[in-house]
């Protein structure tokens, strides 16, 4: 026998062109290499209850400019919801040689009930359907995001509380500059997720147009009320041109760039307890439950779902960078190419959510290992800037100043030992303006307290900030 030759298989099986919706001037079937590679039921399936949402309000608003019969948008109405429920009970069958979500429950639709199930697709096409479909699912998306963004947020402002008293390093450089609070350090981390929700919902009023009525590309010839279908499907306008509602995946691009950036924040939140976990660290320790062992090394505790998210982060940065390279080089309007925007999209979507809700799960039981990271923040010399700014508050400009701390560090540095370990007289050597009162400056409790301002780490700052949340959080319910 001869062996296969790999860029002439023997011609793929064709399937019966009068099988397709659309397989009318069709001669022949389609490849099955075609089929195989062409369809996307295998995961655009997951839209259906929003492309059954879609066309129950648009058979209605057919039915009310009297394109179809009150008998025929009746039948429509109650098959659709025949076929969401076959769908939920898993019961519907999905084939792969109708494509996609929108032909597999059209031909359902018509096996339920004749002819009205053809009639639905009267004054639509795929190319406005879809694009309907996708932004019903990114506004849902958002939504979840959203209130999992807002619920990690409630997670920090609690931990926040905890810790608002916990002094620890804070970094430049992933050096040790100035002593922090662990609750001021939480609520940096909340900030993000602020701005993320903001984003979000920022980049919802821009996927929240309904672009259906657009048609193929230039609208239709019934006497279609568009306004009818938005105000049924929640839409809060209708687009503008139908060139560009069926080309457009501009929502989708900023849904997963507002994605990836929510990612980023979590993977340097990762970062930082991958860090902090290391016994190098040792500032926090992470619940067992959330970390994995080594099948080799018995003495091993990984922080996974850390570096997981912080990996993940890379696939959400890929997917943002398959829509936009998907997108650069279509001509208006539909291109088949857009079929592509549904995996990275889902992708981006299934990734932020299952992160958020697992960083919501795991920091409320990571436990804070206060006296380590006090002993951290004592070891490097972190209350050098508040020795600098003493001797400004006495009158030495503060260039100079900088300059007597830092010989006063070579110092202790030399010797071994903290700032505040140094005697009265050796501090004395490097300004004469130094007097008793400089220990208080330069305990770590002196530091983070003397900071004691609006966005300030002071413990008195935190609790503060905490309370400003919780009562803007009221607020807005
Ligand atoms: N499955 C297609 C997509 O996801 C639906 C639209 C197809 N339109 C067309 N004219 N072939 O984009």
């Known amino acids: 026998m001869t062996p296969a030759d790999p860029l002439h298989p023997p011609s793929a099986a064709v399937s019966n062109p009068s099988a397709k919706l659309w397989g009318g001037r069709f001669a022949e079937g389609t490849d099955a290499l075609v ?3 062409s369809e996307s039921v ?7 209850r929003q492309d059954i949402a ?7 608003m057919l039915g009310k400019v009297g394109v179809l019969t009150p008998a025929d948008v009746d039948a429509i109405v109650g098959g659709l919801s025949q076929i969401r429920g076959e769908i939920e009970r898993g019961e519907f069958r999905w084939q792969l040689a109708l494509e996609d979500v929108h032909m597999n429950i059209e031909s359902r639709l018509t096996a339920l009930i004749g002819d009205a199930g053809k009639r639905l697709h009267t004054a639509r096409s795929r190319n406005d359907q879809v694009a309907t479909d996708l932004r019903l699912y990114v506004r849902d998306a958002i939504d979840e995001l959203a209130d999992l963004l807002t619920a990690l947020g409630d997670v920090l402002l609690d931990l926040a509380e905890r810790e608002a008293d916990t002094i620890m390093p804070g970094f430049t450089h992933l050096q040790i500059a100035q002593p922090v609070t662990f609750g001021h350090h939480m609520l940096a981390w909340r900030e993000q997720t602020l701005r993320d929700r903001a984003r979000l919902l920022d980049a919802r009023k821009r996927a929240n147009v309904l672009p259906l009525g657009s048609a193929a590309l230039a609208g239709t010839v019934y006497p279609i009320d568009r306004h009818f279908v938005a105000e049924q499907l929640g839409f809060d306008a209708v687009s503008e041109n139908s060139l560009d509602a069926v080309s457009d995946r501009d929502f989708a691009i900023e849904f997963v760039s507002a994605c990836t950036l929510t990612m980023i924040h979590l993977s340097r939140w990762s970062e930082e307890l991958i860090l902090w976990c290391t016994p190098m660290f040792g500032f926090v320790k992470l619940p067992d439950r959330f970390c994995t ?36 080089g279509q001509p208006l309007a539909y291109n088949r190419d857009n079929q592509e925007d549904k995996p990275p999209l889902f992708d981006a979507h299934d990734t932020v959510s299952a992160s958020l809700r697992l960083f919501a799960a795991m920091l409320p039981n990571v436990t804070v290992e206060r006296a380590t990271c006090r002993a951290a923040a004592f070891k490097g010399y972190s209350t050098a800037t508040d020795l600098a700014d003493y001797l400004v508050k006495r009158g030495l400009p503060f260039r100079d100043a900088h300059h007597a701390v830092g010989a006063a560090v070579g110092h202790a540095v030399a010797r071994g030992v903290d700032l505040s370990e140094l ?36 413990p008195a700052q935190v609790r503060a900030a905490i309370a400003r949340a919780r009562a803007g959080a009221r607020a807005a319910r």
């Open 293 to 328: 062992g080594s099948s080799i090394m018995p003495q091993k505790k990984n922080p996974d779902v850390p570096e997981l998210v912080r990996g993940k982060t890379g696939r959400v940065v890929g997917d943002l960078n398959a829509l936009l390279v998907l997108m650069k």
């Open 54 to 60: 879609g066309s129950t309000a648009h058979a209605r």
């Open 35 to 37: 089929e195989a590679f």
């Open 42 to 48: 295998s995961f655009d399936q997951r839209l259906w």
């Open 423 to 458: 005697s009265l007289d050796e501090l004395r050597g490097f300004s004469s303006l130094i007097d008793a009162d400089v220990f208080d400056v330069l305990t770590l409790d002196g530091s983070v307290n003397g900071r004691n301002h609006w966005g300030g780490t002071a």
